[in-house]
């Protein structure tokens, strides 16, 4: 298989050090715990990442793949516009992979692009990532509003992309756990939040990635989660593989869940 790994993980921020200011330092486990994901796919040089981002352009019953050759982004609007990056985009995964979508009937493509600038979704995976390789050209897709199979689908057609072009790839599925942890949270308490978190740090953490579709909408909905159509569409590029699954950190001290776990290809 030529996806060589996959990684969970979240997008706060606040663990850039320009934008925290030494807040970052609240949720050390999670940044001690990113750089030991991001120096494991380091490590691995890959020559193309794909991500998937809740933050991307997102349609309800559309998959939107971002075009062109390179994009941009900064932290300008969490006060760190001097912390910039540069991407360049593998044209040929992308091609490819839309003409897979295309010939399964999956709704997904490059139309439809509302904002060419890098989101944080896809930023703070990067900051990390970009310290230990960066020689690596990108896949950014986003999340839809279309059933959890569909993400499962089109996760399937990353990996039989990558297996055509034989090109050593791995996938990160970019998104926070619930945000509904504590009442003086983002958006208040709810029971299902620190459930949903309990749960999926239990799924994600033994790699049984079957039971991602087992969750309800409204179960979803209700504990506020952020990623688990990344975590589905992952799951689907890895569909067939061996994985060695290691759980590195869950936190959750603002009231969102911020969890990282990685997934070592074996075979």
């Known amino acids: 298989m030529s996806i060589a790994a996959a990684l969970m993980l979240p997008h706060p921020p606040l663990i850039v050090p320009e934008v925290g200011r030494g807040e970052e330092q609240k949720i050390h486990k999670t940044i001690d715990a990113y750089k030991k994901a991001a120096g494991m796919a ?52 992308v091609s490819q992979l839309c003409r897979l979508a295309e010939q399964t009937g999956i709704p997904a493509g490059t139309d439809g692009e509302r904002e060419r600038r890098l989101d944080h979704g896809t930023m703070v995976p990067l900051y990390f990532i970009s310290q230990y390789w960066n020689a690596y050209r990108l896949v950014r897709i986003g999340l839809s509003g279309l059933s959890l199979p569909l993400h499962f689908r089109l996760g399937q057609l990353i990996g039989q992309t990558a297996d055509m ?70 799951a689907g590029a890895l569909d067939g593989a061996a994985v060695k699954a290691q759980k590195l950190s869950y936190e959750g001290p603002f009231g969102v869940g911020y969890g990282i776990c990685t997934y070592e290809v074996t075979k």
Request: with cysteine; proline share 4%; hydrophobic share 35%.
């Open 42 to 93: 380091g490590a691995l040089r890959p020559e193309t990442i794909v991500l998937i981002s809740p933050h991307q352009t997102m349609y309800a019953d559309y998959f939107h793949i971002s075009p062109g050759k390179t994009a941009k982004g900064d932290f300008g609007q969490f006060r760190a516009g001097q912390v910039r990056m540069e991407v360049a985009y593998e044209t040929e995964f």
């Open 165 to 234: 072009l034989d090109q050593r790839t791995v996938v990160i599925a970019s998104g926070d756990l619930s945000h509904r942890l504590k009442a003086d949270g983002p958006y208040g308490f709810q029971k299902e939040g620190p459930e949903y978190d309990r749960q999926i740090m239990e799924v994600m953490g033994s790699g049984d990635f079957a039971k991602l579709l087992e969750f309800t909408e409204s179960f979803c909905d209700r504990a506020g989660e952020c990623g688990h159509r990344s975590f589905t569409m992952m």
